[in-house]
């Protein structure tokens, strides 16, 4: 406690310890390097490049022939088709699961800027001993400050830098979950188009064998019995024609809300069903998926938090230091007074030793279950090659072997009833091989394509299904 002389000097201590205060930042041991710092910033650290590709090189750039479709009669050709990238694109920028994704982002980058700023200061007012001699004893005022040690700010932005990078890779498994889904939408659609076509050609053979029948019956040919059967026939043609119908309709509509278009104003699409299915070998494929999945991506960062988090709390062993500088008038003596005060906790119980062993936890933790979704990953892969690798062999054989034959064999019977040289049954037997074997194919070539869109995706799946 000094006497001063005059307050102009008072206040010039006032704005000098200011001024010591406003240029501390963090005081870093020298015996405790945890890290380097980040620079004091405004904004959170540009984006953390993602560690995946963007895709598979194209399946449809594939030098092999395209499998043929079932013969069967397609709508009518359009010049405005909507083609697969483009509902991708629609659906990626039109679904909120990745405006909720970005937004959860954002809200990373907000963290990053708050956990690295330094404490504010604190000014306020102070009196004592007053009624001293009849007066108002010492009245002023006080700045304090909290300088935050052992580089703690900084490492508080590292571990929020990791929190970032993982929202990145969430934001981009959002945008695969969408692709998948609009993918497996999209050949849904065209297979149910598919299926329309067949059954609406079973519908028409029937129907001629129905006419066939009639006159067979009249020439007093047949039974009326195979009238009755060939009529049975036509009936549950028609009913399979409706089934595929809705089918139909559903996937448009499923189609249409994943792209954001009503579905009144979806345009035909391109038949990617024609294009050659890749062959997808299991080692490129595993390398590539292992390499490029945003899950494994996220986990890995989780893992250099963990890290980091480690260091955070080995930092937190090193108290924090306070500072507080007074100036007060003291009434009685009229003399102008300065009091400089500095603390810090004593860590005589609390050295943070429970935080540490928690984040060494979370360490061990998050390393684990990167190693557990590596192992998951790759048994979800290997079930996905598997099934599609059949459904594509099968696709082919019923392409090249199964589908012609069995159209040639129903020509062949349909003519030979038409000329009174075969009765109904062997005409009823190849027609349900016909449709059997092509709705198998559709079925497996659905499959195939759909098993293609998955692992596309790094296997993050679909969008699940909101319930009502």
Known sequence: MRRFAGPSLVAGIVVAAWGVFAAGQEIAPTELVLGSELKAARLPPEPIPARNPQRLPDPFANSSEPIPLPPVETSAASDDRLTLAEAEALAVGFHPAVR???????????????????????????????????????????????????????????????????????????????????????????????????????????????????????????????????????????????????????????????IGVADSQMPMLDDALVRPLPDLGWEEVRRWVLAGSPELAELRFAVDRARWSVQRASAGRVPNVNMEVGVAHDNATGDEIANV????????????????????????????????????????????????????????????????????????????????????????????????????YLQDLETAWKKWAEIEGFLVGPLPERSE
């Open 100 to 258: 909720e994704a970005e937004g959860r982002l954002r809200a990373a980058r907000g963290n990053w800027v708050q956990v690295g700023l330094r404490p504010n200061p604190e000014i306020g007012y102070a009196g004592e001993e007053m009624g001293d001699a009849g007066t108002a004893g010492k009245q002023g005022g006080f700045v304090s400050q909290e300088l935050v040690t052992a580089g703690k700010l900084g490492l508080n932005r590292s571990v929020a830098s990791q929190e970032i990078a993982a929202a990145q890779q969430r934001v981009e498994q959002a945008r695969l979950r969408v692709l998948t889904t609009v993918r497996i939408n999209y050949f849904e659609v065209l297979a149910a188009e598919r299926s329309v076509a067949l059954a609406r050609q079973l519908r028409g053979f029937a129907a001629e064998l129905v006419r066939v029948s009639e006159l067979r019956l009249k020439a007093l040919d047949i039974p009326r019995a195979s009238l009755l059967q060939s009529q049975v026939e036509s009936e549950s043609a028609a009913l399979l024609e409706q089934q595929a119908t809705q089918r139909q309709s559903a996937a448009w509509r499923r189609l249409s809300m994943a």
């Open 341 to 440: 005060r500095v603390s810090m906790p004593l860590p005589v119980f609390d050295r943070n030793q429970g935080a540490m062993a928690e984040a060494r936890g979370e360490l061990a933790a998050a390393q684990s279950a990167l190693q557990e979704r590596e192992l998951a990953l790759e048994q979800r892969l290997a079930a996905a090659i598997r099934d599609y690798t059949t459904a594509r062999e099968r696709a082919v054989k019923y392409a090249e072997a199964i589908l012609p034959v069995a159209r040639e064999s129903l020509d062949i019977t349909n003519a030979g009833y038409r000329e009174g040289e075969l009765d109904y049954v062997a005409v009823l037997s190849v027609q349900q091989t016909y449709a059997e074997k092509n709705l198998s």
